[in-house]
């Protein structure tokens, strides 16, 4: 079924993918629709099963992926986090552009798929900045911070490969960040309140 066309969002950890999909999916409510992604990591204080994530167990998880129910599926920061079929089905069905939070592997993994997304990724301004918003999130112990910084630095020098994403937005002020996502997005949103109107 041709719809419209899904986004990957990419890019470190703490580089403030979450922060701007919300503010989309509030603007835009009936255009985007989230793809709810598997993890066995924990919630977080404020985070639902069911619109952050589903929260899962490995063996759960493994099973799954072993059945083919995932369109891709990584190891991050010592979890899996993974996106399944039905995930994307669920919003396209509703005729919304699908948005994916993953990360690089993620991206990696969807190329070899025909999901065909605009690939978009967020980047800080520096590693300090990254850094300072991570601890000033305070979701994470010291040991997954690291893990987090390590795994931001290498997505940093990947992200720099010509072609693997469509643009870069680095969000140093948030305001100027969301402007230029939506500009991006624009075209594929008119369609979908053209449709919808
Ligand atoms: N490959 C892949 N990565 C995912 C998926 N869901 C989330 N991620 C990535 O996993 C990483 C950790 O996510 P999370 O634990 O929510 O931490 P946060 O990014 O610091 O808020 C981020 O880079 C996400 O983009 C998924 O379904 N597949
Ligand atoms: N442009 C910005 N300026 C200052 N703080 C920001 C900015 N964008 C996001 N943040 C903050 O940085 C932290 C990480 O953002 P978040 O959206 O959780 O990142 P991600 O989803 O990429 O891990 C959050 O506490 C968020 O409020």
Do not use: W
């Not at 399944?84 to 070899?112: F, H, P």
């Not at 590693?127 to 601890?135: F, P």
């Not at 987090?148 to 002020?173: C, T, W, Y």
Request: overall charge negative; aromatic content about 6%.
């Amino acid at each position: 079924m041709a719809g419209p066309r899904p986004v990957v969002l990419s890019g470190p950890s703490g580089a403030g993918k979450s922060t701007l999909m919300k503010r989309l999916l509030k603007d835009y409510e009936g255009v985007f629709g989230f793809s709810v992604s598997h993890t066995t990591r924990k919630p977080r204080p404020g985070e639902e099963e069911g619109k952050d994530y589903h929260y899962t167990t490995r063996e759960a998880m493994q099973e799954g992926i072993d059945n083919g129910d995932f369109i891709e599926n990584a190891e991050f920061s010592g979890n899996l986090y993974g996106t399944s079929k039905s995930a994307i089905e669920d919003v396209r069905a509703q005729n919304l552009i699908c948005i994916l939070d993953v990360d690089i592997q993620g991206v990696r993994n969807i190329k070899k798929t025909d999901l065909d997304p605009i690939y978009i990724s967020i980047q800080p301004p520096s590693m300090e900045i990254l850094e300072t918003r991570l601890r000033d999130r305070q979701t994470e112990t010291e040991e997954s911070l690291q893990k987090r910084l390590e795994a931001a630095r290498q997505d940093m020098e990947l992200s720099k490969e010509p072609g693997v994403f469509d643009v870069v937005i680095i969000n140093d002020d948030l305001d100027k960040a969301y402007e230029e996502l939506t500009a991006i997005l624009i075209d594929e949103i008119k369609k979908v309140q053209e449709v919808k109107s």
